[in-house]
């Protein structure tokens, strides 16, 4: 099972941009769908971006289209979400993820960074 270890968060004032990145170590991520989940304070954990394994394909929530970008770099086993126009909804934890394609395979989760946009 692999790592995954987020960065980049941080506090950013309304309607700046943050980039955050995951890190893999432990194994390869090439093969695994790879998305970034979002939790507030009193709020389920909600997803927020994700991209199929070799990256052609991307999905977002509702809120945050058009302001924010999923990547990866599958040699550098590393995911990214380059983040724009912040605003205090976009203010959580956020948390990496990654699905193994072999059956049985836990996720694997990282620790999550934190987010807070405030003036």
């Known amino acids: 099972q692999v790592q995954l270890v987020e960065s980049g968060g941080g506090l950013i004032q309304p309607g700046g941009s943050l980039r955050l990145s995951c890190a893999a170590t432990g194994g390869t991520i090439s093969s695994y769908e790879m998305s970034w989940h979002r939790q507030a304070p009193g709020k389920e954990r909600q997803l927020v971006a994700s991209?199929?394994?070799?990256?052609?394909?991307?999905k977002y929530t509702d809120s945050v289209k058009g302001r924010f970008t999923i990547s990866r770099d599958n040699a550098k086993r590393r995911v990214y979400l380059q983040m724009n126009e912040l605003n205090a909804e976009d203010t959580a934890m956020y948390y990496c993820?990654?699905?193994?394609?072999?059956?049985?395979?836990?996720?694997?989760w990282g620790q999550g960074t934190q987010v807070t946009v405030s003036s």
């Open positions: 991209i199929t394994s070799l990256g052609g394909s991307t």
């Open positions: 993820k990654g699905e193994s394609p072999w059956a049985g395979d836990p996720d694997s």
